[in-house]
């Protein structure tokens, strides 16, 4: 193995790591999709490494999956979801709150203000936990004997960025970086199989999973629209939306 | 091996049901199929017992897993028996159309054959792929009526659920890592039997870390206690043919996974003692949702706090491990599969004649309804654990085996029990006896599965046949 391979290896793993850092210290959802959209193109970079240096040919099919759907596909998506939701915060200030029946009003205050929600524990406390689950990470793997280095700290990686996908899922309550959460924990999942050497059905659960990441996305959109709750209101916005969702 | 085995039927029966499911647009055409491939599917399941036992790197046969899948396929097929019913009236009422209705069976056939797929499973990554598909499909079914907090907790289930896949696939990678270095790459180091087999020589320190992943993760589908955040809305929310089957079998076979890496780690004296951590989750789960069940206003979320309950119960016996402990525990699950669908099938027609899932507004069903009011109150004196029922031999042997071998922890075990029993009770009254308050239509329902069940349950508390307890036996020295 040689020093700038072993060099390269580490470094797109790491970057997949510090991207889960942005994404926790991030406010703006849309910055927070971005980043995960480079984040995902990280893990494809880095799976497409692990396919040349382990002479497996098959691992680049996860890159690609990595690629298109998990950095265009899906983000282009959550983009257009979020956008659905934040215009209905706008009908707020279009319509005007008058005309709204309470109901939808309740509503539109409920989503708004678990997106302020975020704010319960501010980033510097979230960056210093997911800090903490960095340093957990290193604790537990390192002393596993009987591996390789690089395997090994391939593992510290994965079980940091899964860690901070979970962190991420605990300290912010909006559905749509809630998902991001995940999906990062599952980047996490997949840099843990290709460091596996050799796993059997690596590929077939890298496609499972953008199975699930599709379910996910499809959920949110129903989600979505029964976040209204008051369907017979949104009947008019919703047909000039139609076409975006 | 020439031609399409039982273990092979077992998958295919239900994998063709799928599509052919989905195209049938005759209600009760397609209810009648549902309920036939069930049966082939129960069939295949019992000729596995006197058909040779096949082994690969992806299917492994032995006494602990057909017995599992008789009991999966069974309760499969009674609920379907239910379901053919029970939704026949969500159609009357309009809560289902006929599409909804095909995409149901459809999706029911394909739920058993992923649980058949985990239970059939040599391959630790195949089990995980049969989990997580189980699970999905769950999801999609708790979500079917597209009301808000169906919505609602099929989104937690679906959140829950998939961080806890996700820790129990880093575990499954972690456990291949180890194996990888006494048995060799590929296929074979994912062969749950080989594991078994070479476990003195995996890595200590690793397989306890990957054992950690484990637990968690499909704690989290089993529902125990720290974990069991999704487990009452997700019964609430569904169908109430979905919350007999998500807590009769889906909940097993969660605790079936964990049971056979269980068996692994048992064959490692270095690696943690995992009946420890199992019997402490088990303690948790049984106090907290004893004390949980005197709170609760909705009558699934009631029965869904009890299966938490007897999962932490299952979880304490299996911890406890020794033969007698695990004995009381493979019953204990048995019961439990049995009379818990059994009653979420009364608690599906209370629920119609009542128009409601309220306790409050339920009430007095024995004037309105005696037959079902008399089944309900067998089921529910059942699962609380009083005799002559199954229940209660389990819970009896547990208890014994437990005094015999740690009496402090059998005091809480006993305590939380009988917690459970008096909330139980305490419902029940409510329930059947008080005055009959608001509505009550007339029931069009089948008993027939709910007397099949409690029939089961009251034989075995009364007499087990001597072959299934052997066969028992053999199951709990198997497990440690």
């Known amino acids: 193995m040689s020093k700038q391979w072993f060099d390269v290896a580490h470094l797109l793993p790491g970057s997949v790591l510090v991207l889960s850092f942005f994404l926790l210290y991030q406010d703006r959802i849309e910055v927070v999709i971005n980043v995960f959209a480079r984040q995902s193109m990280a893990l494809s970079l880095s799976v497409a490494w692990q396919a040349l240096a382990q002479d497996a040919p098959h691992l680049i099919v996860i890159a690609v999956i990595a690629l298109v759907v998990k950095s265009f596909l899906i983000p282009n998506e959550l983009r257009r979801i979020h956008r659905w939701m934040q215009s209905h915060h706008q009908i707020e200030d279009v319509i005007g709150s008058g005309l709204i029946p309470t109901a939808l009003h309740r509503i539109i205050r409920q989503i708004q203000s678990r997106d302020r929600i975020e704010e319960e524990i501010g980033s510097g406390q979230r960056m210093l936990m997911g800090l903490g689950l960095v340093a957990l990470s290193i604790l537990l793997v390192q002393p596993v004997g009987k591996v390789s280095t690089y395997v090994r700290e391939d593992l510290i990686f994965a079980l940091a960025v899964i860690l901070l996908g979970l962190l991420m899922m605990i300290t912010r309550r909006n559905v749509v970086t809630q998902a991001v959460g995940f999906m990062s924990l599952e980047n996490g999942l997949i840099l843990a199989a290709i460091g596996a050497i050799g796993m059997p059905l690596a590929v077939e659960i890298s496609v499972a999973f953008s199975i699930l990441i599709a379910f996910i996305v499809f959920v949110l959109r129903i989600r979505e629209r029964f976040d209204t709750h008051d369907e017979s209101a949104l009947d008019r916005f919703r047909s000039e939306r139609r076409d975006a969702l | ?480």
């Not at chain 2, 009653?343 to 007095?364: D, N, R």
Request: proline residues 5%; charged residues 10%; glycine residues 8%.
């Open chain 2, 1 to 480: 091996m020439i031609g399409i085995g039982s273990v092979e039927a077992t998958l295919i029966v239900p994998a063709f049901a799928i599509p052919i499911l989905a195209l049938v647009s005759a209600p009760r055409l397609g209810a009648t199929l549902n309920i036939l491939a069930c049966a082939m599917t129960l069939s295949a399941a019992v000729a596995m017992v006197f058909t040779e036992r096949p082994r690969s790197d992806l299917i492994v046969i032995d006494d602990f897993n057909i017995f599992m899948i008789i009991l999966t396929t069974f309760v499969g097929f009674t609920t379907s028996i239910f379901s053919a019913t029970y939704l026949a009236h969500e159609m009357e009422i309009g809560r289902l159309t006929p599409v909804l209705l095909r995409f149901y069976h459809a999706m029911y056939q394909a739920l058993m054959c992923a649980m058949n797929v985990v239970l059939v499973a040599n391959n630790i990554g195949l089990m995980w792929v049969g989990v997580e598909v189980a699970t999905l499909l769950a999801v999609i079914m708790v979500g079917m009526y597209r009301r808000p907090e169906a919505i609602e907790a099929a989104w937690k289930y679906f959140i829950v659920g998939s961080v806890g896949s996700g820790l129990a696939f880093f575990g499954t990678i972690l456990v291949y890592l180890v194996a990888q270095d006494v048995v060799g790459e590929g296929l074979p180091a994912m062969s749950w039997d080989l594991l078994a087999k070479s476990a003195p020589m995996l890595d200590p320190k690793l397989l306890s870390l990957a054992f950690v992943f484990l637990l968690v993760g499909y704690s989290t589908k089993v529902g125990l206690a720290p974990f069991h955040a999704w487990l009452p809305d997700a019964h609430a929310g569904g169908p109430t043919a979905i919350s007999a089957v998500q807590s009769g079998l889906l909940l097993n076979i969660a605790l079936y996974v964990l049971l056979r890496f269980k068996m692994v780690l048992a064959g490692n004296e270095a690696a943690i003692d995992v009946g420890s951590i199992m019997v402490g989750l088990g303690l948790v789960s049984l106090v907290f949702a004893a004390f949980m069940l005197y709170r609760l206003r909705d009558i699934k979320r009631l029965f869904a706090y009890s299966s938490i309950e007897h999962m932490g119960i299952a979880a304490f016996a299996f911890g406890m491990g020794g033969p007698l402990a695990n004995f009381a525990g493979l019953l204990h699950i048995t019961m439990h599969a049995f009379m818990k669908s059994g009653i979420f099938f009364a608690v599906g027609h209370i629920v119609q004649v009542k128009g409601t899932q309220h306790i409050a507004a339920i009430s007095g069903i024995s004037v309105t309804h005696p037959v079902l009011a008399v089944l309900f109150t067998f089921g529910v004196i059942a699962i609380a654990g009083l005799p002559p029922f199954g229940m209660f031999t389990s819970e009896f042997m547990l208890i014994s085996s437990t005094f015999a071998q740690q009496p402090v922890l059998g005091v809480v075990l006993v305590a939380g029990l009988l917690i459970a029993f008096g909330a139980l009770i305490l419902r029940l009254q409510d329930i059947v006896f008080g005055e009959p308050t608001g509505e009550a239509y007339p029931a069009q329902a089948s008993y027939f599965p709910v007397y099949v069940h409690l029939t089961l349950v009251l034989i075995a508390g009364l007499w087990l046949p001597d072959p299934i307890v052997r066969w028992f036996r053999g199951v709990a020295a198997s497990l440690g």
